[in-house]
């Protein structure tokens, strides 16, 4: 029996409130022996609807029957129907037992980070320690369980210090963020409000749009008024005067769900539920002297930052651009994984023939806007050991090594590789069992990746318009010339035989003469797509002529391949023809050769029987035809 599974579904996990939940879930997982996988985007939301396309396609990578458990951070997914497309999928495919935090849906379990007792003893502070009675409340709509929280400890700290609760000291009108909040304060500026001693915001958002209306008005906070918010997020502390405000009992949030996660799976009542945690972070907007431990908590760390993102913003992109074809590209990204401190597993995931390798001439795009059932696995670099592959696996899998044996439970970041809405795959990476969230480091680091994914994709569609017929996409002659080594490398193994056929399409003169040039070029398309779609084993498929198309392999082929390789021509003829419509039918003359050869120049005695007997066949049917 393999360790048990829980997966996270959120967006931008690198942010604050989600990298502390997911610290939580980290934590305490670890110690129940589950891993965890993470599917997350690295935006909330997006200005461009086609680069939410590329980022929501991360969440289709979830294979819900290999997880035992699912934690769904609702209140993260902000992008347009992300939140009705998960519940939709978890309501279709999920199986197992499901938790909402801070949101909720149907009859699901939900959880909500506990905010009553933190909010008192912030709103304690503006009392006990600056003398404050007249606080105003500032909120969002009442309708949200974040407000009746926080309300509810605002009411408690009135009560216990004898403060009579006053609904004009309560406003609803903050709209959780920042310009909301700032039309509010214009108005007890004005005295269009009755003035309070000090304003609590329910979000940091809000105080910080209190703190600069005072200031665009020529006054200052504290000393015009005093201010603190909530949730003690990094703008909080870039704001000037830091905000006073309080760290929500996030992690003990994220422990609390897979607790609750354990208990359903085992089918026992829930017990040692979290219920305290939060604390009130000093800032200068209330009076206070700052506490450095907080308003510098990130200066390591965005050090450290500012050192990767000036040399990702230069060589990584410069040495990727210069990359000459996909092999070189995942060489050199494997070598600027050093760059992602602390990764124990990477894996680059793609879908099948995204590079351009294979795009047909004239087609606007190559990439799909969705994940292949078939992915590639292009990377894998475990404990620093890294190797260029190209080993196909089945999406369903999520990542070749999931199911394998380790010694330890692991996190695995599951995250988007996509240039807009080009959806090119996606990248797994873990740090093991340490603790650790991605960073907005690697989420810069991926989209180096990807916009180099999408420059060797042009580079190889613009080799492709050498090398291709520009009407039917097919090789040309020159692309036979650069792909023939291919062919003549296999020669070699005594169990291959070469193979060769000839098409040439019946009547062109006829359908030009009697319905038109461009009815000609549409049944010359039609055979091309027939018989490329006929090609297996790494065959090359080229227009060689006009009207005629030549195919050539080599593998350990039976002596009747040439029969069966017509046969599959004919009958996509067949079924096009039934379906397309047109006032004309569109056949094929083929001859086929098969054997054994040593060398190359053998292939031209082939293409000569070959083209002999497709004349041959051209005679007959033409017989056949009066």
């Keep these: 029996m393999g360790r048990k599974r829980i997966g996270v579904i959120l967006s931008e996990a690198e942010s604050y409130y989600q990298e502390r939940l997911l610290k939580g879930v980290m934590t305490k997982a670890f110690q129940l022996d589950y891993d965890v996988l993470i599917f997350t985007s690295f935006v909330k939301e997006s200005f461009l609807k086609a680069v939410s396309v590329g980022e929501m396609q991360i969440y289709d990578a979830i294979n819900y029957d290999k997880l035992d458990g699912v934690i769904v951070l609702a209140d993260t997914l902000k992008m347009p129907g992300l939140f009705d497309k998960i519940c939709r999928d978890i309501d279709e495919k999920c199986h197992v037992p499901v938790v909402f935090i801070d949101g909720s849906y149907k009859d699901y379990e939900s959880i909500y980070t506990r905010d009553e007792k933190p909010f008192m003893q912030l709103t304690e502070h503006l009392i006990e320690v600056h003398g404050c009675r007249k606080i105003l409340f500032l909120s969002g709509p009442l309708e949200t369980a974040t407000t009746c929280e926080r309300l509810a400890g605002y009411k408690r700290a009135l009560e216990k210090h004898g403060i009579e609760y006053d609904p004009d000291f309560v406003c609803f ?155 070189d590209l995942m060489a050199r990204i494997q070598y600027f994984l050093y760059l992602i401190i602390g990764q124990k597993r990477y894996y680059l995931c793609l879908n099948e023939d995204c590079l351009g390798e294979h795009e047909i001439v004239g087609e606007i795009s190559a990439v799909p806007k969705e994940y292949t059932e078939d992915m590639v696995l292009y990377i894998r670099n475990v404990d620093g050991k890294s190797r260029t592959l190209h080993d196909p696996f089945e999406l369903k899998e999520i990542f070749p090594d999931l199911d394998e044996e380790r010694e330890s439970p692991c996190a695995f970041f599951i ?17 093991g069992d340490e603790i650790k969230t991605i960073d907005i480091t690697y989420r810069n680091w991926t989209n180096h990746v990807s916009n180099a994914l999408e420059s060797m994709r042009i580079q190889n569609s613009i080799a492709n318009l050498a090398v291709r017929d520009a009407m039917t ?15 003549i490398d296999r020669m070699s193994d005594p169990k291959n035989k070469a193979f060769i056929a000839v098409c040439d399409l019946d009547c062109l003169k006829k359908i030009n003469d009697n319905f038109g040039h461009n009815c000609g070029d549409i049944a010359i398309k039609a055979i091309a797509d027939a018989v490329l779609a006929s090609t297996k084993n790494h065959e090359i498929c080229a227009r060689v002529g006009g009207d005629e198309f030549v195919v050539i392999g080599c593998n350990d082929y039976n002596d009747n391949y040439p029969e069966r390789f017509s046969a599959r021509v004919n009958d996509r003829l067949r079924v096009y023809n039934r379906f397309a419509g047109n006032e004309f039918e569109v056949s094929v003359s083929i001859g086929g050769i098969c054997k054994h050869i040593t060398d190359i120049h053998e292939l031209e005695d082939m293409f000569t029987q070959a083209d002999k007997i497709m004349y041959a066949s051209k005679l007959e049917r033409h017989k056949n035809r009066k």
């Excluded at 996409?473 to 062919?487: A, C, H, P, T």
């Design 173 to 327: 009108d903050g709209g959780f963020w920042y310009d909301k909040a700032a039309e509010v304060a214009n108005n007890i500026i004005y005295g269009r409000r009755k003035k309070p001693d000090a304003i609590v915001c329910c979000g940091d958002y809000m105080a910080i749009g209190v703190v600069h209306e005072y200031q665009k008005n020529g006054l200052s906070v504290p000393e015009d008024m005093i201010v603190a918010g909530y949730d003690a997020i990094d703008e909080a502390i870039h704001c000037v005067p830091a905000i006073t405000s309080c760290s929500p009992p996030i992690f003990e949030t994220g422990v609390n769900a897979v607790m609750t996660i354990e208990a359903r799976i085992k089918g026992v009542e829930l017990q040692g539920i979290i219920e305290d945690g939060g604390k009130v972070e000093i800032g200068a907007s209330c009076g206070c002297h700052e506490d450095y431990s907080y308003t510098k908590r990130d200066l390591l760390s965005s050090q450290n930052k500012m050192n990767y993102h000036d040399f990702l913003d230069s060589s990584m992109t410069d040495i990727m651009a210069c990359s000459k074809d996909p092999d």
């Design 473 to 487: 996409g097919v090789y040309s002659r020159i692309g036979i010339e650069k792909n023939i080594q291919f062919v």
């Design 415 to 431: 995250t988007p590789v996509h240039f807009i809405d080009r959806c090119y795959g996606y990248a797994v990476l873990s740090y």
